[in-house]
């Protein structure tokens, strides 16, 4: 069984540019569910993908946006970043069944510097 | 809303010490409860969670119990080891939802 991934690993961007970052859910998951960590803080949920659609989404503004694939895999966009944007930058894949909200499996992240 | 807030780290302690991590949280209704832990360049793992009030959550030695009286999820170990270094993050979610709400994290140094 293959855990959450996410590419790539480490991404350097300047002010202004946009960036996509991307996540293979574990297997038998349908839930993708995002979170931007700044160092020394906890995560934070930016958004949740759920049958392809955004599914409940935090202070995050709309240049923060996403996809989720029929094969349950999703993207996360971020245009016209700014220089508080650098963090780390987690996906979280897990399953929602019957109404029931099952564990959250995180992937190692991708660690994103603004410049 | 909702928000979690644990004590700021680093704690630091011997090898075979006893840890304590307080985890405070403010929801409405009754959240589900988690320790999440965080080795250095790793995701986040789940090390324990309690679903209702007086659910003793446990793993790896480590317990917390769910206290909806004192509105508290405090992580604990009997005997650290070294391998133990690691943050711990406290977390909530709500009943009805996926959204986790993080506390800051408690950096964890056990030294040999």
């Known amino acids: 069984e293959t855990g959450v991934t996410q590419s790539p690993t480490h991404l350097i961007k300047t002010r202004g540019q946009q960036v996509t970052l991307r996540c293979s859910s574990q297997?038998?998951?349908?839930?993708v569910s995002w979170y931007q960590q700044a160092l020394g803080q906890g995560p934070q949920f930016i958004f949740q993908?759920?049958?392809?659609?955004?599914?409940g989404r935090g202070n995050f503004p709309p240049r923060f946006s996403g996809l989720q694939f029929p094969n349950y895999s999703s993207e996360l966009n971020v245009n016209a970043l700014e220089l508080d944007d650098s963090a780390l930058y987690l996906c979280?894949?897990?399953?929602?069944?019957?109404?029931?909200?099952?564990?959250?499996?995180f992937g190692p992240g991708t660690r994103l510097t603004v410049l | 809303g909702n928000s979690v807030t644990q004590m700021e780290g680093p704690v630091t302690l011997s090898e075979e010490a006893f840890l304590t991590i307080n985890c405070t949280y403010t929801?409405?209704?009754?959240?589900?409860l988690f320790w999440y832990v965080q080795y250095p360049g790793e995701g986040l793992q789940l090390l324990l969670k309690a679903t209702k009030a007086d659910d003793k959550g446990s793993n790896k030695g480590f317990e917390a119990t769910y206290r909806k009286e004192t509105t508290s999820f405090h992580l604990e170990k009997g005997s650290v080891q070294v391998s133990d270094s690691a943050v711990y993050f406290c977390?909530?979610?709500?009943?009805?939802?996926?959204?986790?709400?993080f506390g800051g994290g408690t950096r964890v140094l056990v030294k040999p």
């Open positions: 979280a894949s897990s399953l929602i069944a019957g109404g029931s909200y099952n564990e959250q499996f």
């Open positions: 297997s038998g998951h349908n839930t």
């Open positions: 977390a909530l979610r709500k009943a009805a939802g996926n959204k986790l709400t």
């Open positions: 929801a409405t209704g009754y959240p589900s």
């Open positions: 993908y759920y049958r392809e659609e955004e599914n």
